[in-house]
């Protein structure tokens, strides 16, 4: 599968668990939408990994992905109620980092 870098590093990142690097794959002015809550900016988006990679080691597993669209279908599995799930992570670039991430499920 052939995936923006940005995107390939973010699962990287994630299954690595590395808050740091994960954040690294954003603009400085990102935002993210997960599970109703909007995260702003690296430094918020690495809080948040880093507390969500914590309380549930989410590794990702990529599945398909829409270059046309910028949607990436994943298989996500952890220490969470239903795992593992299908998300879809809709992506927004700017200069080749994230810009805007939506997680839906």
Same mark, same amino acid.
């Given at each position: 599968m ?8 973010? /699962? +990287? ?5 590395? @808050? ?6 954003? %603009? !400085?002015?990102?935002?993210? =939408? ?21 309380e549930?080691? /989410? +590794? ?5 992905? @829409? ?6 279908? %994943? !298989?996500?599995?952890?220490? =969470? ?15 080749e ?9």
């Amino acid at each position: 599968m052939n995936l923006p870098k940005a995107v390939a590093d973010l /699962v +990287k990142a994630q299954d690595n668990f590395d @808050s740091v690097a994960y954040a690294n794959c954003f %603009a !400085e002015t990102a935002v993210v =939408f997960d599970e109703g809550k909007t995260h702003h900016g690296k430094m918020e988006i690495k809080n948040w990994i880093a507390k969500s990679n914590k309380e549930y080691q /989410v +590794k990702m597993k990529p599945l398909e992905y @829409s270059e046309t669209e910028q949607i990436l279908k %994943a !298989e996500i599995s952890g220490t =969470f109620p239903g795992s593992p799930l299908i998300l879809t992570y809709h992506y927004e670039f700017k200069d080749e980092l994230i810009q805007s991430l939506k997680i839906t499920g």
